[in-house]
């Protein structure tokens, strides 16, 4: 059952010294109860409290990382069946398939993609991390993870059942963490054996959930921590009840054997590429913690990894820029001025469009806790005796100080209030409502 932050308190050495990364005890324990933590980060608790506390304090899906650096994807750790109960954790893991049936140029091809594919939306850059490695034996999957860590740097799932063509090719990348996929019902002690050794992930696979929670068992029993459950779901409809089974098993009931992230391969579930993206995107939608596609084609991993962000979005703290002033076009003293809220959404769309208009100008960005023009409107953050304030001490003067400023259609209603709150030689002018229509705005003001 799971314990309070202050039972946990109670077991912790409370010296505060600050070695598992929290300011104190307290914080620790908080984190441990929320399951952001793990015990073993403390150094100093006690055999008997590790006792007390054990499982009871590790989260409901147990944190996995594969790869290093740069490409290193972390899962797991997530708490919630939904959403809006609290927020999920970590993106899921976007990766390709790549196997010594390739020739050497398509599995070139792929890497290069790999290593260089990545998407900036909303101020985040997302990109594919995975390469999951398949050879017919060791040498080969060795010699093919070789090269997906040397090319791409790829966080790297190896496929094989066989524990020793597994250990062959893990063993010289151990630091790099490879995830090794599978052990099974045949082959889980030489598996496990070889993760053990090498002390890196590895996953179980089964063709049911009966037989999947058999070796999560075993893995529990194995005091096996960083293990990742592949169902063999071969449907859409399988995809959706597996994972959600899973999920709702491991933070509703503590069900430990399905306490760890999941992995899934549209790769292999379909030739049809458009089928493939819809089983991706339900593996994304459905708690899967790592997703193997069969090629890199941008049409479908991007959609794929802004669905991703968009569903790992916590919901209580909205994506936002920092206050400031954001010059755009390299704009000087006789550029337009623009004001406008941290909403990053708001920010890109607003700021993509000024860039594109190829008009040099000020875009001034008011601090409204992230949220959009109306809201923060209604809200009463983005109104004339708090823009004006901020456009005083933004220092805007210094760089344009022409004073004429141009707010968002949508507050039309504030330009009168706000000149006069921003007093002498101040003209407000009223913008567009979309920011589509931004560029021919600028092109008409910058003519006048
Ligand atoms: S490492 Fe342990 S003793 Fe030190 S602050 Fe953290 S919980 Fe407390």
Redesign the pocket.
């Given at each position: 059952m799971a314990l309070s932050g202050l039972q946990i308190f109670k077991l912790?050495?409370?010296?505060?010294?600050?070695?598992?990364g929290?300011a104190?005890?307290m914080a620790?324990a908080m984190q441990l109860a929320a399951g952001k933590a793990e015990l073993d980060?403390?150094?100093?608790?006690s055999d008997e409290a590790k006792a007390e506390l054990g499982e009871a304090s590790a989260p409901p899906v147990r944190r996995v990382t594969i790869g290093a650096g740069d490409m290193a994807v972390t899962i797991g750790e997530e708490t919630v069946l939904y959403r809006h109960e609290k927020r999920f954790e970590h993106m899921p893991g976007l990766g390709v398939l790549i196997s010594d049936e390739m020739d050497d140029a398509e599995v070139d091809g792929i890497l290069e993609q790999l290593s260089q594919q990545e998407f900036n939306y909303v101020g985040q850059t997302l990109r594919p991390r995975v390469a999951a490695v398949k050879a017919a034996d060791g040498a080969a999957l060795a010699a093919l993870a070789a090269k997906a860590d040397e090319k791409a740097g790829a966080a790297l799932v190896l496929v094989s059942e066989d524990a020793e063509a597994l250990k062959q090719a893990a063993e010289p990348l151990k630091d790099k963490k490879p995830l090794l996929y599978a052990a099974t019902e045949s082959n889980f002690d030489a598996v496990s054996a070889v993760a053990k050794e090498l002390d890196v992930p590895f996953a179980i696979k089964a063709d049911s959930l009966d037989a999947l929670a058999d070796l999560g068992q075993k893995a529990v029993d194995g005091d096996f921590k960083e293990v990742v459950l592949d169902p063999s779901s071969a449907t859409l409809g399988e995809v959706l009840r597996d994972q959600t089974l899973i999920r709702r098993a491991a933070v509703k009931q503590t069900f430990r054997p399905f306490g760890f992230p999941t992995i899934g391969f549209p790769c292999n579930m379909t030739d049809d590429k458009m089928q493939e993206a819809v089983f991706a995107s339900t593996f994304i939608a459905k708690y899967a913690g790592l997703v193997i596609l069969s090629d890199l084609d941008p049409a479908r991993t991007m959609p794929l990894l802004y669905l991703a962000q968009n569903i790992y979005t916590d919901p209580q703290r909205p994506m936002q820029m920092d206050q400031g002033i954001y010059p755009i076009n390299d704009p000087d003293e006789n550029a337009p001025i623009l004001v406008t809220t941290n909403f990053s959404l708001t920010y890109f769309t607003v700021s993509s469009e000024v860039e594109a208009s190829k008009v040099p100008a000020w875009l001034c960005v008011m601090d409204v806790e992230g949220q959009s023009v109306l809201t923060a409107w209604a809200a009463g953050k983005f109104v004339a005796d708090a823009i004006a304030p901020f456009l005083k001490k933004s220092g805007i003067e210094e760089k344009a100080p022409h004073k004429k400023v141009t707010i968002p259609g949508y507050v039309a209603q504030i330009s009168g209030e706000l000149e006069e709150e921003l007093g002498e030689g101040w003209q407000v002018q009223v913008g567009v409502r979309e920011a589509a229509d931004i560029p021919k705005y600028l092109k008409q003001i910058s003519e006048n």
């Open positions: 912790l050495p409370k010296t505060n010294c600050k070695e598992c929290q104190t005890c620790f980060q403390c150094p100093y608790v």
